[in-house]
């Protein structure tokens, strides 16, 4: 039996690319539509990608990764090669399990629940440089929020004129990524310094250099290898104490690499996703209210803790609900075709790309109004809907900062309702592509009609 390639739609490969970099949401929404929850595009810059909306289905394929996909191939294309060739990202086989390894351990949940105060700390004190009254550009708040929580939890208590530094070069460097000439592999041309991506690689090599020199005042150098600050206890201490790489060298530049891939994945995308929940929350008073009433009840005017997480079961059930909701990427868990496969009765190639397209798969018989902002049907009264939910990918791929990233939605919002009252302008806003993520359009103006901020800092 000879089996059949995925469907794909009749309007021309430049009509899909177009659509692809504009509206992909949409097109992947329509794609589906008319074609099943197995279809093929073709993209220039990316390829022959087959897009999966069913868990199930998805299920197969990671089973698949280790034998005849090459996930850090194709994400090294499009991601990683823009910070360079010793990151995690990018790798495949033994290298990529043995980085895994590494660095699974400092991000487990017991590990991220530890930075639960310095995330409500810095929340706190975005709040006070707010006024009732005023009109934030609550997304850009969010933003600069999230980059300074993932730098405290990478470079710790650092010399605040140090801190600092890293901050702004981080903060330049994820600007510069936010360039289309810098996402798209084929628009990355180095035209010197005036171009975008001229200015990118100015920015990175600015940011690279800091990270080193930080690594050095630390004693983390010695003759080109890196020991570490034993007693540090963040994660460039725990990763210069590691052994990511035999090679000195090799080490630091690896050090670096992540540290930078932490930065953009660890800022902009869980910035993205806070932005999109506190519109959801607008957008259903019902259940902004029922959010606050379980902070009082839990809370009251004392401040957030680690141990209060566990006692907001719906503050839970709203995170993941953001998430589901409105996604900050069409397509998450891109893996290159190694060896032919079959899937569901279809045949794909070698050389074809595979991934998940995020929001299409929170749109089947689990969650049964898909466009509606309700965490309690879609959570709390689900059984097990953890198993049809995917926003950080799956198998050994899955995203391995997604504790970090739950637990800072979490303490975000907290904090910010806890304290505040936003009112939402703008409500009919659309994704927009931010660097790596997809934001409201417009960046969510948000007048602060009411803010009590307690006496507790601490």
């Known amino acids: 039996m000879v089996l059949s390639s995925p469907p794909r739609p009749k309007f021309s490969v430049l009509s899909q690319t177009r659509r692809f970099f504009e509206e992909p949401f949409d097109l992947l929404s329509e794609?589906?539509?008319n074609l099943g929850d197995i279809f093929s595009l073709h993209i220039l810059g990316l390829g022959r990608c087959v897009v999966f909306c069913r868990p199930d289905h998805l299920a197969e394929i990671y089973k698949l990764e280790s034998e005849a996909l090459a996930p850090g191939a194709i994400r090294y294309k499009l991601f990683a090669s823009i910070?360079?060739?010793?990151?995690?990202?990018?790798?495949?086989?033994?290298?990529?399990?043995r980085r895994r390894r590494q660095l699974t351990p400092f991000f487990g949940h017991r590990q991220m629940m530890q930075h639960t105060d310095n995330i409500r700390l810095l929340t706190e004190a975005t709040l006070q440089g707010w006024s009732v009254g005023q009109t934030v550009q609550l997304q850009a708040e969010l933003d600069r929020l999230a980059l300074r929580v993932i730098s405290r939890i990478l470079f710790g208590d650092t010399e605040a004129s140090i801190a600092e530094d890293l901050v702004?070069?981080?903060?330049?460097?994820?600007?510069?990524?936010?360039?289309?000439?810098?996402?798209?592999?084929?628009?990355?041309?180095?035209?010197?310094?005036?171009?975008?991506?001229?200015?990118?690689?100015?920015?990175r090599r600015q940011l690279f250099e800091a990270l080193r020199q930080e690594i050095r005042r630390r004693g983390g150098e010695d003759g080109g290898g890196v020991h570490g600050d034993r007693n540090g206890d963040d994660l460039l201490a725990k990763l210069t104490r590691s052994s990511l790489e035999d090679d000195p060298a090799q080490?630091?530049?690896?050090?670096?690499?992540?540290?930078?891939?932490?930065l953009i994945g660890g800022s902009e995308t869980t910035s993205k996703a806070i932005g999109w929940t506190f519109l959801g929350l607008a957008k259903n008073p019902t259940v902004q209210n029922r959010l606050r009433q379980e902070i009082v009840e839990v809370l009251g005017r004392s401040p957030l803790r680690q141990e209060d997480i566990a006692r907001m079961p719906y503050l839970d059930a709203v995170v993941k609900e953001g998430l589901r909701w409105q996604p900050v990427a069409p397509l998450v868990g891109f893996r290159r075709v190694e060896r032919p496969i079959e899937i569901a009765g279809f045949h794909i190639p070698a050389g074809h790309i595979v991934a998940q397209a995020t929001k299409e798969t929170s749109r089947h018989e689990a969650f049964a109004q898909p466009e509606t902002f309700d965490p309690d049907n879609h959570f709390l009264k689900q059984k097990n809907p953890l198993n049809r939910w995917l926003p950080f990918g799956g198998g050994q791929r899955v995203c391995i900062g997604m504790a970090l990233a739950q637990l800072e939605m979490a303490v975000v919002l907290a904090t910010v309702l806890q304290h505040c009252r936003l009112e939402i302008s703008d409500q009919s806003t659309r994704p927009q592509q931010?660097?790596?993520?997809?934001?409201?359009?417009?960046?969510?103006?948000?007048?602060i009609s009411a803010l009590t901020l307690g006496a507790h800092r601490g």
Do not use: N
């Open 168 to 203: 702004r070069r981080a903060g330049a460097f994820l600007k510069a990524i936010k360039s289309p000439f810098v996402q798209t592999p084929f628009l990355r041309l180095p035209l010197g310094s005036l171009t975008p991506w001229g200015h990118y690689t100015a920015c």
């Open 31 to 33: 794609v589906r539509q």
């Open 251 to 262: 080490q630091l530049e690896a050090i670096v690499q992540e540290m930078a891939g932490l």
């Open 434 to 447: 931010s660097g790596i993520a997809f934001q409201p359009t417009g960046g969510l103006p948000a007048r």
């Open 83 to 97: 910070v360079g060739d010793q990151i995690s990202l990018g790798m495949d086989g033994d290298r990529y399990k």
